[in-house]
């Protein structure tokens, strides 16, 4: 069984590399892919591990960069890259990144909040990954605030991003786009490094706009959140247009998430069902 999209606390998962290494192990994962938001700085700390004595599989370097492709925020998984070649590339800066994205974002949100009278540090700097859990961990400290969140149907962080910094009829809105790299700079800098692109866990209205774009080499169609049916749907859609297809958990470490698990828990993602993606990347034994 493999796991092809795995977050560790370089960006934001819980877990360490080498964690990561040893539960892979434990499980008989033959193949792993480290792919943390925006960084590749993973890679560097398994270059100072004695990986072998960790874990007996294999590693297809990995990263998932956040892109605007056309109007659209979507995720795009970067497979089987040389990371000294990528490294060069300012799109896995962390100088860029906490300069150009994170430190603009926090500031946008925290306008946002004091004119919506909410109390907050406003000295605050990064306690989390995303600027957007920083804020939010932040306010919820203060008991003024509840009300103000209750009356937006704020019970938790998923519903301050998803329903409110998301969405445009919100107050809390901001418009994500202004801040990540085009589609065109990102597939430039994974293509430049050798690497594969893949649509990171499409919704069907993306799966079927993307799918004859010609600008992916495949789409991940295993993922903790689908049921099987909507995956034999992305297979199809795939095979029809000549995709590679792909699969992981999306594992951050969190209770609900399952290391090499897809389908809510419930499935795993063969050798076989991504036996062409793993030839092309060198993944194949």
């Known amino acids: 069984m493999i796991d092809l999209h795995i977050h560790s606390n370089h960006s934001d998962g819980q877990c360490s590399v080498k964690q990561i290494l040893e539960m892979a192990e434990q499980l008989k994962l033959s193949h792993i892919s480290i ?3 925006e960084f590749i700085s993973a890679y560097d700390e398994l270059a100072s ?4 004595k960790l874990y007996g599989g294999k590693i297809i370097t990995g990263v998932e960069l956040s892109t605007n492709y056309n109007g659209h925020l979507i995720h795009v998984l970067g497979y089987g890259f040389d990371v000294a070649k990528l490294s060069k590339s300012n799109l896995v800066s962390r100088e860029n990144f906490d300069k150009n994205f994170y430190a603009k974002l ?4 925290k306008k946002i909040a004091k004119k919506l009278n909410l109390k907050f540090n406003d000295n605050l700097t990064r306690t989390h990954f995303a600027p957007d859990h920083t804020l939010y961990f932040e306010m919820i400290k203060y008991p003024e605030n509840k009300p103000i969140f209750e009356n937006f149907g704020i019970v938790h962080k998923g519903h301050y991003y998803w329903d409110h ?4 009829k919100s107050p809390f809105y901001v418009d994500l786009l202004k801040y990540i790299p085009t589609f065109a700079e990102v597939a430039g800098a994974i293509r430049d490094a050798g690497g594969l692109l893949v649509l990171a866990h499409p919704d069907k209205a993306i799966a079927e706009q993307f799918a004859q774009s010609g600008d992916f080499d495949g789409f991940e169609c295993m993922h903790r959140t689908f049921t ?12 029809k247009n000549k995709l590679l297809v792909t699969g992981g958990s999306d594992y951050h470490g969190y209770p ?10 419930e499935g795993q993602v063969s050798e076989n069902f991504a036996k062409d993606f793993l030839s092309r990347v060198g993944g194949d034994k």
């Not at 926090?106 to 949100?109: A, K, S």
């Not at 910094?165 to 445009?168: A, G």
């Open 35 to 37: 792919t943390d938001h």
């Open 49 to 52: 591990l004695d990986v072998a």
């Open 106 to 109: 926090l500031t946008q949100y």
């Open 165 to 168: 910094i998301r969405n445009p």
């Open 228 to 239: 099987k049916e909507y995956s034999d749907y992305l297979v199809k859609l795939c095979k």
């Open 256 to 265: 609900v998430e399952k290391l090499g698990y897809v389908f809510y828990g």
